[in-house]
């Protein structure tokens, strides 16, 4: 990759386009209201994804750009749990009875902070207010430094079949730049407890571009985590936004690495995934030939949600929890981010919905032509707004950052089929947000 057109075209203020158009976009016009009236027109036989969020860590990552905060008691998430067991009660109230539901994922936060001892209760409570369809996918997001024996028995036995470790760096010199300090004996263990409970699909998430990282610890961590052969991996960039995210201001900005040695970290990583036998999706996840992740890629079915890349083919995600984000029928909802606020609102015996997003046509096209361009680095436009009778010349002439790519060789278009050349895939989110009704369209 020429340094000259990654600074050009490089902005590492872009959307990372899991949902468009983004969260700055939802507006407080969008209520509890709403999101009634579109859980009550959801087809009735359409299977639905659930996420849900549990905002509780033992103590915080100075890179994390999530919502969530720390504890060292038990106490508070046992409140939160008796009001997600409520928020589960009202939503299915409004959602058609008997609800098919093929994909559940528990993010945060640490959701495996939940007390061996609820976490079944609380699975008990989606399976009865929801129907899970044979073989649903039921995921948990872990932090191998508070994962117990005892809380792998308990996911095991509870149907969870595929398990998200936090990894990032295993370098003592960048974990320690950002407050998370966790050996690869606590991962290597998390891994096997999880698979002697019968939890075998595996994901890792590994960051780039974090302070101190250089292209050789980039690379000693990845070659670590094949050892322990992980199913597939999310190798994501660091976004540092110190004035949306107080925490990251503890992290040194002069230790960060620049663009160029982000590219060459992100680089080095996937070759040396790809070496492994693992197959690059999308922009940064990796997974081995026979992972759904592969599979769907190979088939054209990868699809892009709040959570990343994935093989759930639901048009409709249901979030519970407080920041939860789901897409309902006619648009985007987000849940109230604070705790406080969102335990006042289902205390209630309301939904807790803060905002959101009412789709339009022209979203829902452009969404699916950001969607297929993250997802399959190319995009047949003309095809995409035949699907939606929509006339494609009015987007692609509005795209004016195309001729711009296409003239440096990042992207090749013709008659509207816009490919982008995998020696740029690092450029993937510009390509993207050239579609992006919602960016600057200045020159830049």
């Known amino acids: 990759m020429q340094t000259s057109i990654l600074k050009r075209h490089y902005d590492a203020r872009l959307p990372w386009y ?11 016009a969008v209520g509890p209201k709403d999101c009634e009236e579109w859980l009550r027109r959801l087809p009735t036989d359409d299977a639905v994804s659930l996420y849900i969020h549990v905002p509780f860590c033992r103590s915080i990552c100075w890179y994390c750009g999530f919502p969530r905060t720390s504890t060292g008691r038990d106490a508070p998430i046992l409140d939160y749990l008796a009001v997600l067991h409520e928020e589960t009660r009202l939503v299915a109230a409004q959602a058609p009875p008997a609800l098919p539901v093929s994909d559940v994922h528990f993010g945060g936060g640490t959701p495996t902070l939940i007390p061996p001892s609820e976490f079944p209760a609380l699975m008990d409570v989606l399976r009865r207010r929801f129907t899970f369809r044979e073989g649903a996918a039921v995921a948990v997001e ?56 019968g939890i075998t699909r595996i994901n890792f998430d590994l960051i780039y571009g974090l302070p101190n990282q250089t292209v050789q610890s980039c690379v000693r961590t990845a070659e670590t985590v094949v050892a322990m052969r992980p199913d597939r991996l999310a190798v994501s960039g660091y976004a540092h936004v110190p004035s949306y995210k107080k925490n990251q201001r503890l992290i040194d900005e002069a230790l960060l690495p620049d663009t160029v040695a982000r590219a060459e970290q992100a680089a080095a990583v ?6 492994a036998g693992y197959c690059q999706i999308g922009l940064d996840h990796f997974a081995l030939p026979d992972d759904e992740l592969a599979l769907a ?5 990868l699809r892009r949600n709040s959570l990343g890349y994935s093989a759930d083919t639901c048009q409709t995600v249901i979030g519970l929890g407080a920041s939860a984000i789901g897409r309902v029928g006619h648009g985007y909802v987000l849940n109230e981010v604070a705790t406080g606020s969102y335990t006042q609102h289902i205390r209630a015996g309301r939904l807790a919905t803060s905002k959101g997003y009412p789709l339009c046509d022209v979203d829902r096209v452009r969404a699916a032509i950001i969607e297929r361009l993250m997802c399959d680095l190319e995009a047949d436009v003309p095809a995409i707004c035949a699907a939606f009778d929509f006339d494609p010349v009015p987007l692609l002439d509005s795209a004016e950052r195309l001729a711009m790519l296409a003239e440096d060789g990042v992207v090749d278009i013709e008659s509207g089929f816009i490919r982008v050349r995998r020696e740029y895939r690092f450029l993937l989110r510009t390509v993207a947000g050239a579609f992006d009704a919602y960016l600057d369209r200045s020159p830049y």
Do not use: C, H
Request: aromatic share 6%.
């Open 142 to 197: 872990i932090d191998p430094r508070t994962f117990t024996v005892e809380m792998a028995e308990t996911l095991g036995a509870a149907g969870v079949n595929r398990a998200s470790l936090g990894v990032q760096s295993f370098d003592p010199v960048v974990q320690k730049a950002v407050n998370r300090i966790q050996s690869e004996a606590e991962t290597a263990g998390a891994v096997e407890n999880l698979r002697r409970n």
């Open 270 to 275: 996937g070759d040396t995934l790809v070496a």
């Open 18 to 28: 899991t949902i468009y158009p983004t969260v700055p976009e939802f507006s407080a």
């Open 297 to 301: 890629q190979k088939t054209g079915r």
